[in-house]
């Protein structure tokens, strides 16, 4: 490569105010095989591409290094405009002369020194760079959702629309998720199963969508356009094509348990519908409690099920589904009370999360919509909520707010003074973020038409005195310690990533922070797409969300899934690994450390067909150039396309010129 173009940017001010543009420019004049350098206010605008291409066009460039900001940001931009000049979109190196320069050295003469090294060494590195072609895949129109809660229900619903199958998964035995058990949701302030039940019912209504609920991923296998997904589908015990959500079976069974859609405020039988609105609304059988499986000496649902619904025989089925795009989207679960020891929880019956707040609350809670206190059904006179329990406390492992708790809280504030106008309602808070339309208007509305006290301050401590609850906490604003007697504590407990999120994440093979929550590909840029191509996210299974931001983004996944299906084919960046057959020792190291599973074992064969060898092999639609194989290799067989040694080793080599 001989004829190589330099193209320095200005980033406006933000490079040229700690890099001498002029001197990178002069420099990159003068490096073996660079025939032209030209810098420029802003490359990445239409005149600085436009200028790209007449360049490459008129001084017949056969390669071009671009001196900007990150690759991250502009790399397919300044690729689309290397094309456009003609050349291999892969004969284009940049050279990071923002992040890597003008932002993290003070010194303008170090910073562009830094700069002349960096121009210098891509000059060298796209010397040995080779044209690359992109692998082109079919792409499945169809998608699977895994959860459905409001962001999954969303998505389903966004892209079956548009004409295009959907499979939605979801692990408990009827959808809805948490806003299913909401009294009321805010924004607007309605009535949650008012909400939800159309909203739902819309699902299993529509012919595009097919609906598996009390189901799991069970594995993942395939690549962007073309996943297989295999799926279990729990056994229920009742024939769902039978069923007709009668309820008999429930009233006659003996057992009683802890009902979770009402958070162990109610018992509910061994067989029972989730809740008197789910969808779909059939019925299951906890084995777990069921006499007939623990004990066998129980059949009374099935001797009072009017359709014969009852089958103990029944089995879990996996279920092989394809899909060219994955939405993830499950949800969130709250930290759990007992955590917090100091405030009662799981201590104290009346000191409650506010998710049992909003059971008891609920027309369909067990109190039918009455506030009761747990303890002795009594209507509290004075609630204390207290907020932040869990976060923003790193002690506890959750130093991010949880966002809802501001607007929530005040609404079960003002849900309470609807039900007993003269009860006295306080809140506990470290800091109001209310952050959203209305939002912070509400929460004023909360105290100035509701009454509520608002104490800004940390509990120290809930105890019984003379068997009333106290609350016991610091108000910072007048700097003194204030204890509160309440019938009844309400704790806005920390969100936490849904249970079980982890595996889901090792099965799909996409990344979770430090808090579980799953990981977006780019805080800034890409904050639907995850780094496994193909694969999106919705909701609160990234970060805690309200409900219009999920619903938001669970539109915008989908939008993602759509752009996806608009044409026929995928075509996927080409660098990928490559393993050198001959020197490869079949160790298998490479496919331990890859998180895309997309090393697989191959056998090389002997003219009479019998295996003499094992070897790795990497598949290229999987695999998504992260380099651990390579850097795991002890044989040094893996290499990657645009990243090989001789590329790299003309990049360190450069250091040593002048």
């Not at 969508?209 to 073309?226: R, V």
């Not at 301050?457 to 204030?482: H, K, N, P, T």
């Not at 890859?594 to 056998?603: F, P, V």
Request: glycine share 8%; with cysteine; hydrophobic share 40%.
């Amino acid at each position: 490569m001989s004829r190589i173009g330099v193209f320095v940017c200005w980033c406006g001010s933000s490079i040229a105010e700690q890099v001498d543009i002029r001197e990178v420019s002069r420099y990159g004049a003068m490096l073996p095989g660079v025939v032209k350098v030209i810098d420029h206010q802003y490359l990445c605008s239409e005149s600085g591409q436009k200028l790209i291409v007449k360049t490459i066009r008129e001084q017949r460039l056969d390669g071009v290094v671009v001196a900007a900001c990150s690759p991250g940001m502009h790399q397919v931009t300044f690729r689309r405009a290397v094309t456009g000049g003609g050349l291999n979109p892969y004969l284009l190196e940049i050279a990071n002369v923002q992040e890597h320069c003008s932002r993290v050295y003070k010194d303008r003469s170090e910073a562009t020194a830094r700069a002349k090294n960096l121009v210098r060494m891509m000059v060298e590195r796209v010397k040995w760079n080779r044209p690359l072609d992109q692998v082109k895949l079919p792409v499945t129109r169809r998608a699977l959702v895994i959860g459905a809660g409001i962001a999954g229900i969303q998505a389903s619903l966004d892209i079956a629309a548009c004409g295009y199958e959907v499979v939605l998964v979801e692990k408990k035995p009827s959808i809805g998720g948490h806003v299913a058990q909401l009294a009321e949701i805010f924004p607007p302030l309605g009535s949650s199963p008012c909400i939800m039940t159309p909203y739902a019912a819309e699902v299993v209504q529509n012919p595009n969508i097919t609906l598996y609920p009390y189901a799991e991923l069970e594995s993942l296998e395939g690549y962007a356009g073309n996943f297989t997904a295999r799926i279990r589908k729990k056994a229920r015990f009742v024939d769902a094509s039978k069923c007709t959500g009668c309820g008999i079976c429930q009233q006659k069974c003996p057992v009683s348990v802890k009902s979770e859609f009402n958070e162990g405020l109610s018992f509910r039988p061994a067989v029972y519908l989730p809740f008197p609105y789910a969808v779909p609304n059939t019925a299951i059988i906890d084995r777990e409690n069921c006499l007939r499986f623990q004990e066998g000496t129980c059949s009374l649902c099935q001797e009072v099920c009017p359709t014969g619904a009852i089958d103990y025989r029944q089995k879990d089925e996996i279920i092989s589904e394809e899909a060219g795009a994955i939405v993830v989207a499950t949800g969130y679960d709250l930290m759990a009370r007992e955590v917090y020891a100091e405030y009662g929880g799981g201590q104290y019956p009346d000191v409650i999360t506010s998710l049992q707040f909003e059971r008891l609350m609920s027309a369909s809670g067990p109190t039918r919509g009455l506030l009761r206190r747990p303890s002795d059904g009594r209507i509290p006179g004075s609630v204390v909520f207290i907020q932040c329990v869990g976060s923003m406390d790193a002690s506890h492992g959750i130093p991010y707010c949880s966002r809802i708790c501001c607007t929530y809280t005040a609404k079960q504030a003002m849900l309470f003074r609807h039900q007993c106008p003269d009860g006295r309602a306080y809140v506990f808070h470290v800091d109001i973020r209310a952050a959203g339309n209305n939002y912070h208007e509400y929460v004023r509305k909360a105290i100035e038409e509701y009454k509520t006290v608002y104490i800004r301050g940390r509990v120290s401590r809930v105890f019984l005195r003379d068997g009333c609850l106290v609350v016991s906490g610091v108000d910072a604003m007048i700097g003194e310690q204030v204890e509160i007697e309440a019938d009844l504590v309400v704790l806005a407990a920390a969100v936490t990533a849904s249970s079980g999120v982890e595996n889901l994440a090792r099965k799909l093979g996409i990344a979770y922070d430090l808090h579980h929550f799953l990981s977006e590909a780019h805080p800034g840029l890409r904050p639907i797409e995850t780094n496994s191509m193909g694969i999106y996210l919705a909701g609160a299974c990234q970060a805690p969300k309200d409900i219009p931001e999920t619903v938001a983004q669970a539109g915008a996944a989908a939008a993602k899934v759509l752009g996806l299906f608009g044409s026929k084919d995928l075509f996927q960046d080409p660098s990928v690994a490559r393993v050198n057959e001959n020197t490869c020792t079949g160790c298998l190291l490479c496919q331990k450390v890859c998180t895309y599973n997309a090393i697989e074992i191959k056998g090389l064969k002997n003219r009479r067909g019998d295996v003499v060898k094992i070897v790795s092999s990497v598949n290229t639609n999987k695999c998504r150039g992260c380099g651990t194989c390579a850097a795991e290799c002890r044989s040094h067989s893996i290499e990657f396309e645009g990243f090989n040694d001789q590329q790299i080793y003309a990049q360190i080599n450069a250091l040593g010129l002048r």
